[in-house]
């Protein structure tokens, strides 16, 4: 008997790893002065699910959307934002090319497999967030940043069945952290 609990222990405990293992997450995030600007590095671990991915092999357009805020502190106030950015991605395949295709805006991208197309989203540089002259320099600021899929943007019966499934749920916490402002870019 007890060796039957301990196996079904194990079973369940592999059953849940890929769920957990499919979670987005960042490895790394920073605010980093350039010449004239403050930039966004970031690099975000995630792979789309079983659903995601066959969704988009269907003809389904992903919309993924990264959202940055700089903010200070007041004491006599709330924090005061100085700037929230977003940048929106859109992923497709198409079947005829049998090429993945990301969009940004009127950019486009096409990719020869998921991974490839799934790069850019993965490690995010040089991404101009605020010129350097809104901050001054030797004070500390907020930064915040997320990833997610929007479901807004999918079609309505995916909309509808995204609701009540974690399926559709590809999207990290806010990762927070304070960065000191400098007077020039570091080498």
């Not at 194990?10 to 605010?31: T, W």
Request: aromatic share 12%.
């Amino acid at each position: 008997m007890r060796g039957t609990i301990s196996a079904l222990l194990v079973a369940v405990a592999l059953a849940s790893a890929p769920a957990l293992a499919e979670d987005a997450r960042f490895g790394y995030a920073a605010i980093q002065p350039a010449d004239d600007a403050y930039v966004l590095e970031a690099d975000v671990l995630f792979d789309l699910n079983d659903r995601l991915e066959d969704a988009v092999q269907r003809g389904v357009v992903l919309t993924l959307v990264f959202e940055v805020e700089i903010s200070r502190d007041r004491w006599y106030w709330f924090d005061e934002r100085l700037v929230r950015r977003k940048r929106t991605y859109r992923l497709s395949y198409h079947p005829l090319t049998r090429s993945y295709q990301l969009a940004e805006g009127d950019t486009q991208q096409a990719y020869d497999s998921l991974d490839e197309a799934l790069a850019p989203l993965r490690r995010v540089r040089e991404w101009v967030i605020l010129p350097r002259k809104k901050l001054q320099p030797g004070r500390s600021f907020d930064a915040a940043i997320r990833f997610r899929l929007d479901t807004s943007h999918l079609p309505k019966p995916f909309q509808v069945s995204a609701l009540g499934s974690s399926d559709w749920n590809l999207d990290t916490d806010w990762l927070q952290w304070t960065f000191l402002a400098t007077a020039r870019p570091i080498p």
